[in-house]
């Protein structure tokens, strides 16, 4: 049951899962689906019973890792519905509770816990830049959304797709497609005003606005590293320091025995 176990359950449960998922359906591939199950179900009690329930449920990783468990457990019934007369919608319901358990992967990531850490950083340190980004992409959305909801309704007819097109603008993906779709639809000269419109939201926000967040967000991200980077210059400094006060004491006092 040690970590290292685990790890290649779960890929092997992975190869499993992918096989299936291509369509080779095979008996020996349902019992190793179901054995990797209860192999999981039985770690969780394993460790229930040799740390006591209250510490198991307290850790955050066992946390996770029984919530997954539980949840994938119902896909245990999945190898005896019948496809034909059981709600399908059920079928994929129970077939998405198995492959979610693959998220117990994060748990082996080398320093995932500092990554967490920094994670939780930068989001707290670019809270109020996020937060602006969708202010601006709320209120472009609505202005569109007033421009061009009798032009172009397939991108801008409700604030809901006209909030998607402009994030599409945003994130510089598709974005040409919009400005040309107006243009097509109205006169040549509102056709230049609108490609000059976008260019400019692609500009300000789309390659400028993101940059300006992804710098933000990267450099909270690692300011812990700055910090221990600090810490190690501010000690070299020190040091040197240090030396150089022994070196002039030494020569002085070299000097006196000279004299």
Request: glycine content about 4%; some cysteine; overall charge negative.
């Amino acid at each position: 049951m040690n970590d290292h176990v685990i790890m290649v359950v779960i890929l092997l449960n992975a190869i499993v899962i992918y096989l299936q998922e291509s369509g080779v359906n095979h008996l020996v591939l349902t019992i190793l689906d179901v054995l990797c199950t209860l192999i999981f179900l039985s770690e969780m009690i394993a460790k229930q019973a040799c740390f006591g329930a209250k510490r198991y449920w307290q850790d955050g990783w066992n946390r996770m890792d029984g919530i997954l468990v539980i949840l994938s457990l119902p896909s245990l019934v999945v190898p005896f519905l019948d496809v034909t007369t059981f709600n399908f919608s059920a079928i994929l319901t129970l077939r998405l509770m198995r492959v979610i358990r693959f998220l117990r992967v994060f748990h082996f990531f080398p320093n995932v816990v500092q990554i967490g850490q920094g994670l939780k950083r930068a989001l707290r340190d670019s809270g109020v830049v996020l937060v602006g980004f969708a202010v601006l992409l709320v209120l472009f959305s609505l202005i569109n959304c007033s421009l061009y909801r009798e032009v172009a309704p397939e991108y801008f007819s409700t604030p809901i797709k006209s909030l998607y097109s402009v994030f599409r603008v945003f994130t510089v993906e598709g974005w040409y497609e919009i400005p040309e779709a107006i243009a097509d639809a109205t006169s040549p000269f509102i056709g230049h005003l609108t490609r000059l419109y976008f260019c400019i939201l692609l500009a300000a926000f789309g390659i400028l606005g993101l940059s300006f967040i992804n710098s933000v967000f990267v450099d909270a991200m690692v300011a812990d590293n700055n910090d221990d980077v600090k810490e190690q210059l501010d000690r070299i400094e020190k040091q040197q320091t240090q030396l150089e006060q022994q070196i002039k004491e030494l020569s002085e006092l070299l000097k006196q025995n000279k004299e």
